[in-house]
Structures are given as C-alpha cells and as structure tokens.
Nanobody
Framework: VQLQASGGGLVQAGGSLRLSCSAS????????MGWFRQAPGKEREFVAG????????FYRDSEKGRFTISRDNANNRMYLQMNFLRPEDTAVYYC????????????????????WGQGTLVTVSS
C-alpha cells in the first residue's frame, strides 16, 4: 500500500489550499481515511477523517467549518480542502488509511491507521 500526499505550499492567512492523497494497493472506498498534521516541536494530531464506504466525516473542533475532507472513489483519491487558513495551521500534513471500517471514535487516534503517506508541508504566513 502506498499513499502519496501532495498539494502543500505557502499561502497567506485567510487563503485556501487543497491537499490530495493518491492511493495504490488500497481502495479508498474500502477503507477509513484520515488526515493528520504535525507542526514543528509538536505531536502529530488528527485533522479530519472519513468513514469507509460512507459519507460520514469527522473533524478536529478547530477545523470544523474551515476544512472539508472528501473522497473520489473513481480516481482512488482523498482530498482535504482547507479554507480560511491560519498561521497555526502550518504543519506537515499526512494522509492515512485504516485499511478497514472502524467505529467513529477510532478515527481520531493515529494508532487506528495502518498506512501512512510521506506528508506535504503547508506553511501559512501572517
């Protein structure tokens, strides 16, 4: 299984970015999927998740209303649309897959995810 995250870059506060995660060796429709991020000197944290085979989505409270996770089953990709970006959103963003269906509460834990991409850097300037 390989996950490839892309779409990061430098953006001004208030701007938008769309991250993409392409998957091989795994069907994004058949797996729980998620986005995590890790800022310098901080632990990796959950950002957003999407349930296997369904449209149920989960977000960290600070991202609700600003970020949207979605999945393109036909192209085996997952996306994270990020709007109204803030300097505190600066981090390396990782896409991840559980490889199975999971209870809703499990999506928030990094240990739930069996497969990880390499990360893409998002830098938000003030």
């Amino acid at each position: 299984v390989q996950l490839q995250a892309s779409g990061g870059g430098l953006v001004q506060a208030g701007g938008s970015l769309r991250l993409s995660c392409s998957a091989s060796g795994l069907s994004v429709s058949g797996s729980g999927m998620g986005w995590f991020r890790q800022a310098p000197g901080k632990e990796r944290e959950f950002v957003a998740g999407i349930h296997k085979g369904e449209t149920d989505t989960f977000y960290r409270d600070s991202e609700k209303g600003r970020f949207t996770i979605s999945r393109d089953n036909a192209n085996n990709r997952m996306y994270l649309q990020m709007n109204f970006l803030r300097p505190e959103d600066t981090a390396v963003y990782y896409c991840a897959a559980t490889g199975m269906g999971n209870p809703a509460s499990a999506y928030f834990r990094s240990s739930t995810y069996a497969f990880w991409g390499q990360g893409t850097l998002v830098t938000v300037s003030s």
